[in-house]
């Protein structure tokens, strides 16, 4: 299993700013998935992200909006950037879990992003 | 997208009892899998269950997968107050590839 933290836990932020969050995983991965949950809902991904080129977003997101950096195996950062309160949700990113047939995910705790 | 339907959205129900949860997909897959989320914070992996596989067990968890309806379901049995969360199915493919995940039940159980 891969332990995985994020920071920051939560935050509150101002309409127009922007926020970077970042996830440390405890062990090397080509690939780190971003998620995003709206209050009350599940979860969609935001953008898959390999070590070594550019993030590939889901529809409906844009670099632009999300951007991503992906240094090195073991951490990514996701930007919310110019943001507005239909931005509040919790950021979760998550890696594979490993196993060959299988795709389980480990996922960590989560940002919860409150946009005024 | 959301692939994932699930039913019901929220659940309540006694301590001791069994809880039932319901998640039928749309396209082909070759595995479903549960997960538990408590208060909004990560996720955590509960069970995995492969496309051939019709029925999985996991200490109080039960899964079954009925691939014709495309529909899982997952049975917690003799549930307690520290089973109360979200639940959520989703599904995927071999690899290092994202998961979709369904809209979730909301599980109350009550002490």
């Known amino acids: 299993s891969a332990v995985i933290s994020q920071k920051p836990s939560r935050d509150i932020c101002q309409r127009g700013t922007s926020l970077t969050i970042q996830c440390q995983v405890d062990s090397q991965v080509t690939m780190m998935f971003w998620y995003r949950q709206q209050p009350g809902q599940s979860l969609t991904l935001i953008a898959t992200a390999n070590q070594g080129s550019e993030a590939t977003y889901e529809s409906g997101f844009v670099i632009d909006k999300f951007p991503i950096s992906r240094p090195n195996l073991t951490f990514s950062t996701l930007t919310v950037s110019n943001m507005s309160p239909e931005d509040s949700s919790i950021y979760l990113c998550s890696v594979p879990g490993g196993r060959v047939l299988s795709n389980e995910q480990f996922f960590g705790p989560g940002t919860r992003l409150t946009v005024l | ?111």
């Open chain 2, 1 to 111: 997208s959301q692939q994932g339907e699930e039913d019901p959205q929220a659940l309540s129900i006694q301590e001791g009892e069994n809880a039932t949860m319901n998640c039928s997909y749309k396209t082909s897959i070759n595995n479903l899998q549960w997960y538990r989320q408590n208060s909004g914070r990560g996720l955590v992996h509960l069970i995995l269950i492969r496309s051939n596989e019709r029925e999985k067990h996991s200490g109080r968890l039960r899964v079954t997968l009925d691939t014709s309806k495309k529909s899982s379901s997952l049975l917690i049995t003799a549930s307690r107050a520290a089973d109360t969360a979200s639940y959520f199915c989703a599904t995927g493919n071999s690899g290092n590839t994202p998961l979709v995940f369904g809209k979730g039940t909301r599980l109350s159980v009550i002490a």
